[in-house]
């Protein structure tokens, strides 16, 4: 059976640990961010040592049509996609009205926007064909409102949300979708989002770690995984008991410097 994974964010992090993991089960990649060197690099080490055929796409997702693009660019070159994980994402420390405002729009474009995009534009070619699995990374603040990271907070809710809205659609067509939900992990996201100081990342997660969660978890169709159970617990059981007030309170300390 076909098995060729898109992977968004391929260049480094979870997105190039779930490119190990994929090409260790013998599947075919498409490769997908903007840095065309490390993408270039990563394809080569992964043929030579898988036997795998790669795809490079250099695109970025913060412009507005990427998804059609890569679409158009696999259609091209009669890619079927049976497995898009979208991991691509970013963040952004400070007050909200005082950053910058394009700043934000990009992160509403990557992480809620080109998301989406992918996901309609694959799912009906995994639908058609009755098989297929989708890996959305989201993660644990979606369940809490981000003071700090506002637009950060918000957009992961969106990918939690509608991930698994998505996924009881999807009931009975032999396609699953499923919202990873890690909480800290050691990428290069804490520099891109200006988080330095964080106490959050003290105890982060490798990528690694978090990337054979969310792996593990698409091919078994779970709906939502965490890759810390007592988090999980947290936010499921505890969260929802405590006042409103109080929770954006501990939000926001969680992400002050």
Known sequence: MANTALITGASGGIGLEL????????????????????????????????????????????????????????SALNIEVDVLINNAGFGGHGVF?????????????????????????????????????????SSTVSFLPGPLQAVYYASKAYVTSYT??????????????TALCPGAVNTG????GNLEGVDVWKNAR????????GYKAMQKGQLVAFNERK????LN???????????????????EK
């Open 19 to 74: 490119a190990h993991l994929h090409a260790q089960q013998g599947g075919d990649l498409v490769l997908v961010a903007r840095s065309q060197d490390k993408l270039d690099a990563l394809a080569k080490e992964l043929e030579v040592k898988h036997s795998i055929k790669t795809t490079v796409i250099s695109e970025d997702l913060s412009q507005p049509g990427a998804a059609q693009r890569i679409f158009d660019k696999t």
């Open 97 to 137: 009205y005082q950053r910058d405002m394009v700043a934000d729009q990009q992160m509403v474009q990557v992480n809620i926007t080109a998301l989406t995009d992918l996901t309609h534009l694959y799912s009906k070619g995994m639908v058609a064909r009755q098989r297929g699995r989708i890996l959305n990374v």
């Open 164 to 177: 698994q809205a998505v996924a009881e659609e999807l009931s009975g067509t032999g396609v699953t979708a």
């Open 189 to 192: 996201f804490v520099a891109a």
């Open 206 to 213: 490798s990528a690694k770690s978090v990337a054979e969660c």
């Open 231 to 234: 988090l999980q617990f947290l």
């Open 237 to 255: 059981w505890i969260t929802p008991l405590l006042p409103r007030k109080m929770v954006l309170k501990l939000s926001r300390q969680s992400m």
